[in-house]
């Protein structure tokens, strides 16, 4: 039993950890918009805030903020529980990256409409 509450304890803060990001000296800054992720090298953090305009298949997205559009890959389990339409503010948090023969933001969490909007107005 202790094996297994040890084992437990060890699989939360690994993974714990794993989400952390290092904001310090040296750290590359997220991009902000499309038109700079289109000029950046894979894996570049992103961090994005517009629309999701069309769903282009199996969590695939098309997302379009004041400065271009650009496909986004979302995991089912990284969509916000309300409803998202295309006039819902989102904002994604990701990596532009390669994906299958392209390349798109592989988005790692979303958030939408009102935590958006309250955050932008800070």
């Known amino acids: 039993m202790q094996r297994i509450l040890t084992l437990l304890l060890f699989i939360a803060t690994a993974t714990s950890s794993a989400w952390a990001a290092y904001t310090g000296p040296g750290a590359t800054p997220a991009v902000t918009s499309v038109a ?30 004041d400065t271009g559009v650009i496909d986004v890959e979302i995991d089912d389990e990284d969509l916000p529980r309300d409803t998202v339409s295309a006039d819902t503010l989102v ?23 009102s935590a958006c909007a309250e955050a932008a107005a800070i």
Not at 44 to 49: E, F, G, K, S
Not at 91 to 113: F, P, V
């Open 36 to 65: 700079e992720a289109r000029l950046q090298r894979d894996d570049q953090t992103v961090v994005l805030r517009g629309q999701l305009v069309a769903k282009l298949g199996d969590e695939r997205y098309r997302f379009q903020d």
């Open 91 to 113: 904002e994604l948090h990701g990596r532009w990256t390669r994906i299958a023969s392209s390349r798109a933001i592989s988005t790692s969490s979303m958030r939408a409409s």
